[in-house]
């Protein structure tokens, strides 16, 4: 069974750091693109960043260029999204999603499996 499970959301101020944590199991790494979305309050889902180990591609929206980082771990099956200088906008619910496609998409209808969403609020 495919599960992701997201942790690492809290609040924090403005100009902090956060890293968010995708755990996946019932499948591996290696084969599936992960990707991570938001979604703020009356806002559509929004693709943040993403990451193919297949192509070695990722992607990044302009709105977190220079400020965020994906990463993994296979050994742990992970998916990281660091979070720098954070901003009151990033402000949303994070979810991470897998994708069997080859390449990243930024595109939510493109994944196949989600997980349950992490909360992070930015003060100003």
């Known amino acids: 069974q495919v599960q992701l499970v997201e942790s690492g959301g809290g609040l924090v101020q403005s100009g902090g750091s956060l890293r968010l944590s995708c755990a996946a199991s019932g499948f591996t790494l290696d084969y599936y693109v992960i990707g991570w979305f938001r979604q703020a309050p009356g806002k559509e889902r929004e693709g943040v960043s993403c990451?193919?180990?297949?192509?070695?591609?990722?992607y990044y929206a302009d709105s977190v260029k220079g400020r965020f980082t994906i990463s993994k771990d296979n050994a742990k099956n992970t998916v990281y999204l660091q979070m720098n200088s954070l901003k009151p906008e990033d402000t949303a619910v994070y979810y991470c999603?897998?994708?069997?496609?080859?390449?990243?998409?930024?595109?939510?209808?493109?994944?196949?499996?989600w997980g349950q969403g992490t909360q992070v609020t930015v003060s100003s």
């Open positions: 990451i193919s180990s297949r192509s070695g591609s990722t």
């Open positions: 999603a897998a994708s069997g496609a080859w390449v990243c998409s930024r595109v939510a209808g493109s994944y196949d499996y």
